[in-house]
T-cell receptor
């Protein structure tokens, strides 16, 4: 069955540095992959969609890469700020599967 | 636009009771879906709809019913609540074509406790 793995450990990054989050998947070859942000007590908010033929996609301080050979997507936040602290989810699949998310803490 | 709205925000049920979680969107989206989110399990798809009158099952449909009589509304029914259905429930909508081509807009969630 399709499976997604995100680092379940919280990630602590110093303000101003680049945060890099990983999404690995198995038993599937998705044509699309999406990233969402979720704050405590709220619903997820869409950030970026990347297609399999797009190796990289950027939106302001966000960058997503998609390596279909490694079956991996990386999510980068450059010049990180405390307001970037949240849980980040990746999602893919025929009927959508979400990863469990990685909690990101940006330390001032 | 209000976006995706869900009611109630919180609910406590006793085992065996029934209830309906309401979801509405004012963006004229054709695609709507229901998820549950449990600690350590992530978001899991319960049911989804690609348009009025059309519904289908997701990953964890057992114990839940849905119907889609209008574009705007997509209620989720628990016929006989069980403690295993204690969770946070999210409704989402997206434009025609839905997943995975379009972004999903999520509601604020309903926190349900079944005693």
């Amino acid at each position: 069955s399709q499976k997604i793995e995100q680092n379940s450990e919280a990630l602590n990054i110093q303000e101003g540095k680049t945060a890099t989050l990983t999404c690995n998947y198995t038993n599937y070859s998705p044509a699309y992959l999406q990233w969402y942000r979720q704050d405590p007590g709220r619903g997820p908010v869409f950030l970026l969609l990347i297609r399999e033929n797009e190796k990289e996609k950027r939106k302001e301080r966000l960058k997503v890469t998609f390596d279909t050979t490694l079956k991996q997507s990386l999510f980068h936040i450059t010049a990180s700020q405390p307001a970037d602290s949240a849980t980040y989810l990746c999602a893919l699949g025929d009927k959508i599967i979400f990863g469990k998310g990685t909690r990101l803490h940006i330390l001032p | 636009n209000a976006g995706v709205t869900q009611t109630p925000k919180f609910q406590v049920l006793k085992t065996g009771q029934s209830m309906t979680l309401q979801c509405a969107q004012d963006m004229n989206h054709e695609y709507m879906s229901w998820y549950r989110q449990d600690p350590g399990m992530g978001l899991r798809l319960i049911h989804y709809s690609v348009g009025a009158g059309i519904t289908d099952q997701g990953e964890v449909p057992n114990g839940y019913n849905v119907s889609r009589s209008t574009t705007e509304d997509f209620p989720l029914r628990l016929l006989s609540a069980a403690p295993s259905q204690t969770s946070v429930y999210f409704c989402a909508s997206s434009r025609a074509g839905g997943w995975p081509y379009n972004e999903q807009f999520f509601g604020p969630g309903t926190r349900l406790t079944v005693l």
